[in-house]
């Protein structure tokens, strides 16, 4: 066993880059999505013109992720994603070249904004809303507070809160 500690943990905010798809395996008995999000950043040049630079990242979630990923994820939405970096490979059956694709195995994913999936939402004091409040990044409209999802298996502990 090594001695030197280590760590794979991806943190990604960004936009949810295509519909996820969702398959289900029947061999092992699991559901997974597979889908990707853009990060955006950017610099200035030497001509002191503004260049925006576009990263991709592949990712999948498993069983009841890639269940909370289709019920609340949809092209164009603004994600958290924790999870951590995979490698897979495998022999290319038709030119028997070893591929290889690096994903983001997905541990938990927040979505900033409201899903665009519905036309219509269900709140907490029971009757649908029209569109009205549902936000599309795509269209102007009210800026909304995300709505953030906590996990409660995970105790919180006072005592290690620097504030």
């Known amino acids: 066993m090594s001695q030197v500690r280590s760590l794979n943990r991806v943190i990604l905010v960004g936009r949810v880059g295509r519909d996820p798809e969702i398959t289900h395996i029947p061999s092992i008995g699991k559901d997974v999505a597979k889908f990707s999000i853009a990060t955006n950043e950017g610099y200035m040049d030497k001509n002191q ?86 936000y599309s990044p795509q269209q102007p409209g009210p800026q909304s507070t995300p709505e953030v999802q906590i996990d409660s298996d995970i105790p919180y502990d006072e005592s290690n809160d620097p504030f």
């Open 49 to 134: 013109q503004w260049q925006d630079i576009t990263e991709w990242h592949n990712l999948v979630a498993w069983d009841w992720n890639a269940k909370k990923v289709e019920k609340n994820l949809s092209r164009g939405m603004m994600v958290l994603i924790e999870g951590k970096l995979k490698t897979r490979k495998w022999q290319d059956k038709e030119s028997g070249q070893e591929r290889r694709a690096t994903e983001i195995i997905i541990d938990a994913v927040i979505p900033l904004e409201k899903s665009n999936k519905t036309s219509s939402y269900q709140t907490d004091n029971g009757p649908q809303q029209s569109g009205q409040d549902n």
